[in-house]
Every structure is written in structure tokens, then in C-alpha cells.
């Protein structure tokens, strides 16, 4: 395939003394031409004929069958001089994406018509060039030759493309001094070009003033009041039309796309009207409803509608799958995804960057790490969106190394990292405890890229020093933010506060987050969490009351399964799935064998001044239980099971998991709202503690003192019980790790009868 130099492209005065058309200079050698004559096909005897080749060329012919064709008519003396023939090759290789091949035969040309520049500048607005369509329009007035009322539509759409108001209104002016400002396309075109520029009170003119208006129009100020952020207008507008009794079309739906995204559930609802009302043929309507419940945190509906599309036997497009790709990876829909991935493969829609990404994204959300880098490694080409979602995938799974590694490969690649880069790695580096390697590539962020922290970077930082138990620390860095710290930021103070029992910072950065999101109830759980542990259950009280009084409700717990590419949701207590009954009676066995090997119920998880017992149902109930109980049931041994959650896994769960992973010998994921825990053999990934495995004998009260300074010798606890309980040894502090703090209070963390390998007169000899 030949090249057309790139000093062909502009519109330059040349000599045309030379034969009117001549195609033959398109190939570079004589032996390319001959080439390229004898692989034509032709009846025997047959002579090529403009007819014949108006057939071909209005057939969209492949490039390969293009050039043939165009050099068969190179060495026909009555067709390489016949505009008629020189106008359809320009839009066959416009049609290939070979507008600059276009161009050049337009130059060949030298009785130019407008007909020859309306079909060069549509050329490049179909293949997005839009600066060399203004420069083609620009020059017809070299040649005395005015625009007619196909030339203004595609100019306008050029500067629509560019955003070009400027040239937008010259053109305006130039159509209404011809008088062409009526027509129907013309009018659409301003519309369009003046919505996309945001002038939308100037569109809004345009179109009141038309006398005839279709759904373009419509859609054309639809997609303006969408564009610019104007919701509620883009929707009046729809409903404006349904009034006149214009009836929507896929167009519609597409144009207000950007309308309804995070909307309320009403927006959402219209939307699905008219896309009920719309034949459901068309692949572009199927996309545009799946990307509303995606853009609307309804994943499981983008699942549930993808599904229906495949069974009405609408073929998904790389749009289609690109898009429900996320949803499946919220709601952890792995069979789908998988699946999905394989009609990708058999339809060939790779490369695609968007899709990739996407297929990477959907990985990483159901925690299959090996097979987003799989994806990753296969990529022909990869942008920062490619490394950052890797990044991102190895954070959110505690795999903080490998994380970094990745980083600093993107910038050994030539990639520059951007702020999003910077907040995956500084993330990834707080989930796997890498204070130092944090601050590192926080001062590598500043100093050397010369990037200006924003709020995701503050709260990432404050994160990795909570996490790290430098609560004093992360307040100060806080107190020192050149911009108001926001909801993230304290949020994440707050959750350290509650690891590390720091009750004075706590409700610091309670007061804060009250004052900057009072609806919020996660913050005030937490702070209901903090008063629990410390035992000062009146608090707890007064922030029930609290919430009572302000409306505000506690969000349920809900845990998501999927089995048989059908997703089954849990909620805690909840007795309204068929299999309940089996499901609660298979818990019953595991919580006993968990208890035997040394699980007691945390109840301080429960939140709850009520009796030890009460706290032990409440916890046993979770949605989590219920959902990876439910999976044990129905799936084969040692198959992987994957949970989704809402809100974060509490403590007791966490611990209760661990324990099921090894008496089930299942390795069980579950993504909560925070990161990824990989559970197998009663271990997490977010922590080195084994779960015991051996009967218990005695009872151990743990502390953060006697954790943290592993010696015989802790703070000496008031009563000589609580000294005979109050023992450090490596297992205690592993144990410390495992289940957070109790900071200065003398509150166990873990009642976990465990076999300790000394005797009682040891113990009574302990300091």
C-alpha cells in the first residue's frame, strides 16, 4: 500500500498543464501499477466500462480491491479523465480512512465544481479532520466558487468537532446572507455547532426560530444541554418532543447520555421509558441504557439488561462490551465476564484500548489478578489508563510490591505518570503498609514530576500514616494542607482513630465530617465504634439518638454471589432466599466447628450494650456468612468463592472467614468497600496471622503495650488476675496485629482460647 506525501494534503496552485487526470502518479513505479493491473479480475475480452466501475465503487470495495480497481482505470484513456469516476474513488478511500488520498486526486482535477469540494471536505469531517475540512472550505473561495446547502452542514460539523465558535459564526453570517439559514440540515448543523461551543441560549434561538424541525433537531439540543452539564434542560427537552409527537429514536437516548449520569432515580426511569418505546434492534439503544444503569451505580441491572440483549439476539458491539464490562466486575460477575472475554476473542475486537482496559478493570474487581495481567501482557499498545489500572489492581489486593514494581516500569516505558497514576501507587502503597516507599513516591510526585497534590493525594497520605498507626502524625499533615481538608481526608483520620482507639483525634475528625456531610452514617458508626470499644455505651447511645433525631439511617450490609452467571444478594438475617433454610442449618455446623478450634464470637463488633449472647446472633447472621455458606453448598469442593460487599467486612467476620477458609479448604475472595482479602488456609492478605489450629486450654487479654514492646515485663495491670492473663510472647503480638489495638484501655482483643506452650506455674511467676 503506497503513502501520499504529506505536502499533497494542502490546496496549493499547481501546474495543470499536464493531462487533466491523470490517476497514474498515485503509484510510485511502473512495476507498482503493472502490479496492481494484471491482479484485476475481468471477464475475458471484456473492456471496463464507467458503469462497471460505478458498480464496484458504490459496493464500499476493500482498500486491496480499491487500488486494483483504481489502477485498472489508470490505463482506460476514457475513464482516468472522467470526473464522475474521479468523485467516487475520492469517496471509496474516504469511506477506507484515505482522505489524503482523496485530496490528492481532487487536485487532479482541474475543472473544480462544488460538488468536488463538498465531496473533499465531507473526506476529512468523516475521518475527524476537521482543521483540513475548514481549510479545504477555506479555499473555495480561491476558485469563485460559493457553498451550497451541502457544503454549510459539513463545515459546521468541523467546527462543531473543534469546538471553533469563531468560524462557526462566520459561517452562520455566510448562510443567512445567501439565504440558506432555513434549511432544515443547515439548521440542524447550527444547532449542533453552537450547543457543543455552549452557547445553548443561541441554540435554543436557532432552533425556535426553525419552521421545520425532525428529531435531529431535537437531539441535536438534547445532546447540547447534556454536554454542558444543563440535566434537567436535556430531559425537558425529551419531554418536549413526546408532547409535539416527535418520537425519540436511539439518537436520543445517545444524546442525552451525559444527562444521566449519578441522576436521580426518576431521570433514570424516563430514560428506560423511552427506551421501551424504541424498536430493540438497534445496538446503540442496548448501549446507551446499559451505560445509563452503569453511569448510575446499578450494575446489576446493566448485567440483568446485557443478558436480555444477548437473548433477543442483538450482537454486541466493542461498545456494548466495554461498557458492561465494569458492572460486571461491581457486582463480581466472573462467569459473565469470562464469558464475555471469549466472544471478544471469537469476534476479533481486540486490539481495542478501551475495551482492554476494560477487560483489565473487570479482572481486578473480581480479584483475578493473573488474568488482568494477562490481558495487560497481551496489549499491543498500552496507555497510562492500561498501568494505572494494573497499578490500582495490585493496591486494592495488597500487593504493594508488585505495585510499585509496575510503576516504575510505566516510567522506564517513556510514560509519564499523571495524578491519577500517583494516587494507585500511594493507595497500593497504604494497603500493603509501605510507609516509607509512600513518602517516597509522594516526594517524587512533588519534587521531580513538579505535580500539585490534590485532595485524593492528601487523603491517600493520611491513609498510609493512619494505617501505619502514626495517627498524631497524619492529624498534623492534615492541620498543614495548603487546601480544605475534605470528606475522604477526615474520613480516613476517623477510620485510624478507630483502629488505634484515639478517641481525642477521633472526635476531631468526627466534627469535621458532621459538619461536611451530616447525612452521612457511615461517620457516625464509626464514632459509634470508638465509644464501644472504649466501653462508654451513654456515647453510643447519644449517636443513635443523634441519627434518630437527623433522619439518618445505618446502610444495610449486603453481599453479593454469583453462581450460574446469576447473581444472589444477601442481606444480614435475611431468610427470603429459597435455600434459607439449608443455608442457615450448614452455619449452624461450621460456627461449631469454628468454635472448636478456638473461635469466639467478637462482639464488640456487634456495637451493641446488650447480653454477650444477643451480640452472638446478631454477628452470626452477616450477609457475608450467609453468602460464602450459600456458595459452600452449591458449588464443588475447593472451588474459589467470590463475595462482593457494600460496606466494610467487620472484625468478627474477618476472623470468621479465615476460619471457614481452612475447615472448608476454600479460598474465598471478598472486596468490600475498602480492598480485596484473599482468604485461604486461614490466612488474609491484609495480615500474617494464622488462625489457630489446636484445642484451647486458657484465655489470653491482649493490649497494645504488651503487643508492642514484646518483653516480659508490660505496664502492670491493676489486679493480680489481669496479671496472671496479661502475658507477651510472639503469638500474642501476631494475634495484636491481626485484630487492631486496644490502645491504652485494658479492653481484650481477642477472647480466643489458645494452647499456650507454658505451664500455670509459669505463669504465676510472670511479673
Not at 477510620?495 to 483525634?505: E, K, P, T
Request: proline share 4%; aromatic share 8%.
Amino acid at each position: 500500500m503506497y503513502q501520499i506525501p504529506s505536502k499533497l494534503y494542502g490546496l496549493q496552485n499547481r501546474n495543470t498543464s499536464r493531462s487533466p487526470f491523470l490517476l497514474c502518479c498515485c503509484f510510485s513505479t511502473a512495476n507498482q501499477r503493472q502490479t496492481l493491473h494484471s491482479s484485476i479480475q475481468l471477464p475475458k475480452n471484456a473492456t471496463i466500462t464507467e458503469d462497471f466501475c460505478g458498480q464496484i465503487l458504490d459496493k464500499h470495495p476493500d482498500i486491496r480491491t480499491l487500488e486494483r480497481l483504481h489502477s485498472r482505470i489508470i490505463f482506460e484513456r476514457s475513464l482516468r479523465s472522467n470526473p464522475s469516476i474521479g468523485i467516487k474513488l475520492m469517496r471509496a478511500y474516504a469511506a477506507r480512512g484515505q482522505p489524503g488520498v482523496s485530496h490528492h486526486l481532487f487536485d487532479e482535477i482541474t475543472e473544480k465544481s462544488v460538488v468536488l469540494f463538498n465531496v473533499l471536505i465531507r473526506s476529512y469531517v468523516n475521518n475527524h479532520f476537521y482543521q483540513d475540512a475548514l481549510v479545504v472550505y477555506k479555499n473555495m473561495s480561491n476558485y469563485n466558487i460559493n457553498p451550497d446547502h451541502y457544503t454549510f452542514p459539513c463545515v459546521l460539523k468541523a467546527c462543531s468537532g473543534t469546538e471553533n465558535l469563531r468560524v462557526g459564526m462566520q459561517i452562520h453570517a455566510a448562510a443567512v446572507k445567501v439565504g440558506l439559514d432555513s434549511n432544515l440540515f443547515i439548521g440542524n448543523g447550527l444547532v449542533a455547532m453552537y450547543g457543543k461551543c455552549g452557547c445553548l441560549v443561541e441554540a435554543r434561538g436557532i432552533l425556535d426560530k426553525m419552521s421545520h424541525r425532525d428529531v435531529v433537531t431535537w437531539n441535536s439540543m438534547v445532546s447540547g444541554y447534556a454536554q454542558n452539564g444543563q440535566f434537567d434542560d436535556a430531559l425537558e427537552v425529551c419531554r418536549e418532543m413526546e408532547s409535539l409527537g416527535i418520537k425519540p429514536n436511539a439518537g436520543t437516548m445517545a444524546s442525552l447520555l451525559p444527562a444521566v449520569t449519578n441522576t436521580s432515580s426518576a431521570n433514570v426511569s424516563f430514560v428506560k421509558e423511552l427506551f421501551t418505546q424504541l424498536a430493540k434492534e438497534n445496538v446503540v439503544s442496548w448501549n446507551v441504557m446499559i451505560a445509563v444503569y452503569v453511569n448510575n451505580s446499578m450494575p446489576a441491572s446493566a448485567v440483568g439488561l446485557y443478558s436480555e440483549m444477548e437473548a433477543c439476539g442483538v450482537e454486541p458491539d466493542a461498545i456494548t462490551v466495554a461498557t458492561v464490562l465494569p458492572a460486571c466486575g461491581d457486582v463480581s460477575s466472573l462467569l459473565l465476564g469470562r464469558q464475555i472475554h471469549e466472544y471478544v476473542e471469537r469476534k476479533r475486537l481486540r486490539p481495542n484500548l478501551t475495551l482492554e482496559n476494560a477487560l483489565i478493570d473487570m479482572y481486578a474487581k473480581c480479584g483475578c489478578l493473573r488474568d488482568a495481567r494477562g490481558v495487560f501482557d497481551k496489549m499491543h499498545h498500552r496507555d497510562v489508563v492500561s498501568w494505572t489500572s494494573m497499578i490500582s489492581a495490585y493496591g486494592m489486593n495488597g500487593q504493594g510490591r508488585n505495585a510499585i514494581a509496575l510503576f516504575s516500569k510505566m516510567q522506564d516505558s517513556g510514560l509519564t505518570p499523571d495524578h491519577i497514576a500517583f494516587v494507585s501507587v500511594l493507595s497500593a502503597c497504604s494497603h500493603a503498609g509501605l510507609l516509607d516507599e509512600g513518602r517516597y513516591w509522594y516526594k517524587l510526585m512533588t519534587e521531580r514530576y513538579r505535580l500539585v497534590p490534590r485532595l485524593e493525594h492528601f487523603a491517600c497520605m493520611v491513609d498510609l500514616l493512619g494505617r501505619a498507626g502514626r495517627v498524631d502524625e497524619a492529624y498534623s499533615f492534615i492541620k498543614q494542607m495548603p487546601v480544605e481538608p475534605n470528606e475522604r481526608v477526615w474520613g480516613s483520620l476517623l477510620s485510624a482513630c478507630r483502629v488505634f482507639s484515639n478517641m481525642d483525634i477521633g472526635l476531631i475528625a468526627a466534627d469535621h465530617l458532621f459538619r461536611l456531610v451530616p447525612e452521612q452514617a457511615g461517620y457516625y458508626v464509626l464514632l459509634s465504634n470508638i465509644y464501644a470499644k472504649a466501653g462508654r455505651w451513654e456515647d453510643v447511645t447519644t449517636i443513635r439518638s443523634i441519627m434518630k433525631g437527623r433522619g439518618i439511617k445505618k446502610m444495610p450490609g449486603i453481599s453479593n454471589v454469583e453462581l450460574n452467571h446469576r447473581v444472589h444478594t444477601f442481606l444480614a438475617g435475611d431468610q427470603s432466599h429459597p435455600q434459607s433454610k439449608e443455608i442457615y442449618e450448614e452455619l449452624d455446623v461450621l460456627v461449631g466447628k469454628m468454635k472448636e478450634i478456638g473461635y469466639v464470637p467478637g462482639t464488640d463488633s456487634a456495637l451493641h450494650d446488650v447480653e454477650e449472647e444477643d451480640k452472638e446472633n446478631h454477628l452470626a447472621v452477616h450477609s457475608e456468612k450467609l453468602a460464602i455458606v450459600f456458595a459452600i453448598i452449591n458449588t464443588k469442593p475447593e472451588t474459589p468463592i467470590r463475595i462482593t460487599k457494600n460496606i466494610r467486612v467487620c472484625g468478627d467476620c474477618h476472623m470468621a472467614i479465615k476460619l471457614i477458609s481452612k475447615i472448608a479448604k476454600r479460598e474465598i475472595i471478598v472486596r468490600d468497600t475498602n480492598r480485596f482479602h484473599h482468604f485461604q488456609n486461614g490466612d488474609c492478605s491484609c495480615s500474617t496471622t494464622t488462625v489457630p489450629s489446636v484445642k484451647p486450654t486458657i484465655a489470653i487479654n491482649l493490649c497494645q503495650s504488651c503487643a508492642k514492646k514484646l518483653s516480659p515485663s508490660p505496664i502492670a495491670p491493676s489486679t493480680p488476675s489481669e496479671q496472671k492473663g496479661h502475658i507477651v510472647c510472639p503469638l500474642a503480638a501476631q494475634l495484636s496485629a491481626a485484630g487492631g489495638f486496644c490502645g491504652r484501655m485494658m479492653i481484650p482483643l481477642f477472647n480466643l482460647l489458645i494452647q499456650i506452650d507454658f505451664t500455670i506455674q509459669k505463669l504465676d511467676s510472670t511479673p
